[in-house]
Nanobody, 124 residues
Framework: QVQLVESGGGLVQAGGSLRLSCAVS????????MGWFRQAPGKEREFVAA????????RYADSVKGRFTISRDNTKNTLYLQMNSLKPEDTAVYSC?????????????????WGQGTQVTVSS
């Protein structure tokens, strides 16, 4: 089992920044793929960014390329999502997820473990 706990969400004005954190614990996850997804009210959950915990193979949704950065800190067992130049359309519940198979896939159903999510609201 892997446990994921997100934090860092909040209310920010358009153009501002937030950094989301996802604390990871449980069995060894060095070969896992880790992803960030988001879901706005009335919409499907969508892929935001993903990477292998061991590093590399980083992928981003087109809508966030150049604005968001996914990273991890091995010493803290924490996954991050740095979000810059935020837009109102970025408003959603953001969740981190883990896939033990290690393939960096953009499809939510590929991920076995999920955090509870953290709300990000961007005002115009």
């Amino acid at each position: 089992q892997v446990q994921l706990v997100e934090s860092g969400g909040g209310l920010v004005q358009a153009g501002g920044s937030l950094r989301l954190s996802c604390a990871v614990s449980g069995r060894t996850f060095s070969n896992y793929a880790m992803g960030w997804f988001r879901q706005a009210p009335g919409k499907e959950r969508e892929f935001v960014a993903a990477m292998r915990w061991s590093g590399g193979n980083t992928r981003y949704a087109d809508s966030v390329k150049g604005r968001f950065t996914i990273s991890r800190d091995n010493t803290k067992n924490t996954l991050y999502l740095q979000m810059n130049s935020l837009k109102p359309e970025d408003t959603a519940v953001y969740s981190c997820a883990a896939d033990p198979r290690g393939a960096v896939i953009t499809t939510p159903r590929a991920y076995d473990y999920w955090g509870q999510g953290t709300q990000v609201t961007v005002s115009s």
